[in-house]
């Protein structure tokens, strides 16, 4: 089989990979943190790709990604935009 675009392209970069839920961000998987140690078995992918879920990449050490959201806009005068909050 070959698996559509959206699964194959992540799967080349050798990034974990996991279904989510259509219009979602949550796993459509009972259980994903096995992902978090190894990516799965490409019939798993075949599967979840013939259910057309959206596609989850998995961050961290198993994919070589870090990622970072900021979504929290600081609100302190004295702070230049984009600076980092103290710890």
């Given at each position: 089989?070959?698996?559509?675009?959206?699964?194959?392209l992540p799967l080349r970069?050798?990034?974990?990979?996991?279904?989510?839920r259509p219009r979602d961000?949550?796993?459509?998987?009972?259980?994903w943190t096995e992902y978090q140690r190894h990516s799965p078995d490409p019939a798993e992918v075949e599967r979840w790709a013939a259910k057309e879920?959206?596609?989850?990449?998995?961050?961290?050490a198993v994919s070589g990604l870090l990622v970072l959201d900021l979504?929290?806009?600081l609100r302190s005068p004295r702070r230049r935009p984009?600076?980092?909050?103290?710890r």
């Amino acid at each position: 089989m070959s698996l559509p675009e959206m699964w194959a392209l992540p799967l080349r970069m050798g990034w974990s990979v996991l279904p989510l839920r259509p219009r979602d961000k949550r796993p459509a998987i009972p259980t994903w943190t096995e992902y978090q140690r190894h990516s799965p078995d490409p019939a798993e992918v075949e599967r979840w790709a013939a259910k057309e879920c959206n596609v989850g990449v998995v961050t961290g050490a198993v994919s070589g990604l870090l990622v970072l959201d900021l979504d929290k806009q600081l609100r302190s005068p004295r702070r230049r935009p984009g600076a980092f909050p103290p710890r």
